[in-house]
């Protein structure tokens, strides 16, 4: 009996090619233009006009919608204490307030600000008549170079506040008591700042300083 046997391996690939082959030359011949598509043109800025309090003073500027808080500080305003770190949100050195809560400012939109009340470490104190905080991180020489300084500055001056108001962390044990806050308590609440000359023994201690003078 006889069997059709199948083709050889190269016959197969040779029928294969030829056929996506003539697939191919159909394509070809339809229209280019009807399968085109037009690339956007580059994206062009939108400005707009921002009105929000900074440090006690009101602002009314035209920025760039795309615009950070970080760089609008830094960059429009001259306001050189707030740092650019990472510019990624992970380091903590670009801490701001924001309606009294702290930001990274370098992933806040400054567009965002409309009516809002911003405060930097320009803000918070002057030499000869420092903040407690501020006061307190010199005093424990909570600091080496200091680039980080003034993002763990403000996130100390917010975190005094959040405890006091009873806001919990993720180490808050006891949800129905006013908040202590403790050397682990500080160091969770802190954890969103790095300091990378590792100051954090020194850190903490100021911090503790400060929540003792309010308390």
Do not use: W
């Amino acid at each position: 009996m006889d069997e059709t046997l199948p083709d050889p391996p190269s016959n197969a690939r040779r029928r294969f090619l030829i056929g996506t082959g003539a697939l191919t030359t159909s394509l070809a011949t339809v229209s280019h233009a009807e399968y085109f598509t037009h690339q956007p043109s580059a994206a062009q800025p939108y400005n707009m006009r921002v009105r929000f309090t900074l440090n006690g003073e009101p602002h009314e500027l035209e920025l760039d919608s795309r615009a950070t808080l970080l760089d609008t500080l830094r960059e429009k305003l001259g306001l050189m204490g707030t740092k650019k770190g990472c510019d990624r949100g992970q380091c903590g050195a670009c801490t701001v307030l924001v309606n009294g809560r702290r930001v990274n400012s370098c992933l806040t939109l400054a567009a965002t600000l409309e009516g809002e009340e911003v405060r930097t470490i320009e803000g918070l104190g002057r030499p000869g008549a420092l903040h407690p905080a501020q006061a307190a991180f010199a005093e424990r020489d909570a600091l080496q170079c200091g680039y980080c300084t003034p993002g763990q500055v403000m996130s100390c001056v917010a975190l005094v506040e959040e405890a006091r108001a009873g806001m919990p962390s993720a180490v808050t044990t006891d949800l129905r008591s006013p908040v202590r806050l403790s050397d682990e308590e500080i160091r969770e609440r802190m954890s969103g700042n790095i300091c990378r000359c590792g100051a954090y023994v020194n850190i903490v201690a100021a911090v503790r300083d400060v929540a003792g003078r309010k308390a």
